[in-house]
């Protein structure tokens, strides 16, 4: 636990340096900008949960994969080997903050169009794991792409799959192969969470999402103890 304190204050410092904390706060008050210019428009709903489904994108994936770069070129990977930090506590302390740095800016966001008229608890919970998750893949496909270039080739079609399960919100019945997708269960519950719907009536949605947190994280490590090597 103390050398996971560590670690954690150091990460806090290192989002500090790279400017990532004030990416995440300019990107949350464009989405509530973007919510706010369109709510004339009437019940948009839908729209406040394809908002704060791109977060856990950014704050997970993208600057998860950006960390890992930045490491590699100032050869903090290569330090892991010799000091006394496993490389799953240096990717723990980076996706737990990530994650609590997605949560808190989705409630911001829900906050900020609802008020308090949502489930609070259920959403922290369904964007801090969706969060972790996406840190996990972010973390992984930059261990395998090796440079930016081949990072955007791989990411792209990731996102767009990872996007399908989006289609729910418009009246079209999610097909039983959309299961296979890690965010089909997410925009299930995250509809919950903000609508009178109860999130507890989602179950297989809850499992989806933990077991596709824990196999991420599998993934991960594999992956990155395997390129470090």
């Known amino acids: ?4 304190a560590k670690l954690l204050g150091w990460d806090i410092l290192l ?4 400017r990532l904390f004030v990416i995440a706060l300019v990107l949350t008050l464009v989405y509530i900008g973007i919510f706010f210019l369109l ?7 839908n729209l406040l949960i ?5 977060d856990p ?16 070129q100032q050869k903090t990977l290569q330090a892991l080997a010799v000091v006394p930090f496993r490389l799953e506590l240096y990717l723990l302390s980076k996706c737990l903050l990530l994650s609590l740095l997605g949560a808190v800016a989705a409630l911001v966001m829900a906050i900020a169009a609802r008020g308090l008229d949502f489930d ?3 959403l922290f919970v369904v964007v801090f794991l969706t969060t972790f998750m996406f840190a996990c893949f ?3 496909f930059a261990a395998l792409a090796k440079t930016l270039n081949r990072l955007l080739v791989y990411m792209i079609p990731w996102f767009v799959a990872c996007g399908i399960p989006v289609v729910s919100l418009f009246g079209i019945e999610a097909h039983m192969l959309m299961w296979l997708l ?9 509809d919950a969470s903000l609508t009178e719907l109860s999130v507890m009536a989602f179950p297989f949605a809850y499992l989806q999402l933990v077991v596709y947190t824990i196999l991420s994280w599998v993934i991960m490590v594999r992956v990155t103890k395997k390129r470090m090597l």
């Open 57 to 72: 994108i950014v704050t997970g994936f993208v600057f998860a994969a950006i960390l890992w770069i930045f490491d590699k």
């Open 50 to 54: 394809l908002l704060i489904i791109n």
């Open 1 to 4: 636990m103390k050398q996971l």
């Open 15 to 18: 989002l500090h340096r790279n």
């Open 182 to 190: 890690p965010t089909t269960g997410v925009v299930q519950l995250l």
């Open 39 to 45: 709510k004339p428009l009437g019940n948009l709903s």
């Open 120 to 122: 609070m608890l259920h």
């Open 138 to 140: 972010g973390f992984t």
